[in-house]
T-cell receptor, first 116, second 112 residues
């Protein structure tokens, strides 16, 4: 398996533009997570899905952020409109469901977002 | 509210030395404590994990020590190598719950 795939790897945009980040989880994984990593706040969970259904979006900063998972192999995180403070590395991760010994999350390589 | 406190923020260790990273938590419902390792430009990857029914878990040069009464756990890296230079995150979750709370990370540098 290729692991979790994220695109784009780097994104530079101007304030006010819409940004869409994409993620393909590992095949067979039931859970998908979106994280944001910054120097100031560390690694923050934004939202996670179970079997394509959003379970907890309490980490989503505000209404400008939205996430979807239309099927088991694809998810998007959208920021509209983007602001400079959204600049961060965004990670997608996936994991197997209950029944496994440890709930290991497999992270993608991340998308480095810069909002000018 | 930060639920997992991690220290130190950065650490420099000589090759062959022992690296120690400490974490403390408040939520007594936490029952799964993983450590993740992150190299520059990469996503975090699970290194080792422990449940609170044991006080120690060892995998190669990496050991987790767990003190349930003190609500603290730590990562020890024995015989530290330059290849161990990375950022390490402790984390915690509860009840088979997939939502994992991460510490703020420790940037480890092992110098030759």
């Amino acid at each position: 398996d290729a692991g979790v795939i994220q695109s784009p790897r780097h994104e530079v945009t101007e304030m006010g533009q819409e940004v869409t980040l994409r993620c393909k989880p590992i095949s067979g994984h039931d859970y998908l997570f979106w994280y944001r990593q910054t120097m100031m706040r560390g690694l923050e969970l934004l939202i996670y899905f179970n079997n394509n259904v959003p379970i907890d979006d309490s980490g989503m900063p505000e209404d400008r952020f939205s996430a979807k998972m239309p099927n088991a192999s694809f998810s998007t995180l959208k920021i509209q409109p983007s602001e400079p403070r959204d600049s961060a590395v965004y990670f997608c991760a996936s994991s197997l469901g209950p029944g496994t010994s440890f709930y290991e999350q497999f992270f993608g390589p991340g998308t480095r977002l810069t909002v000018l | 509210q930060q639920q997992v406190k991690q220290s130190p923020q950065s650490l420099i260790v000589q090759k062959g030395g022992i690296s120690i990273i400490n974490c403390a938590y408040e939520n007594t419902a936490f029952d799964y404590f993983p450590w993740y390792q992150q190299f520059p430009g990469k996503g975090p990857a699970l290194l080792i994990a422990i449940r609170p029914d044991v006080s120690e878990k060892k995998e190669g040069r990496f050991t987790i020590s767990f003190n349930k009464s003190a609500k603290q756990f730590s990562l020890h890296i024995m015989d530290s190598q330059p290849g161990d230079s990375a950022t390490y995150f402790c984390a915690a979750s509860s009840g088979g719950y997939q939502k994992v709370t991460f510490g703020t990370g420790t940037k480890l540098q092992v110098i030759p």
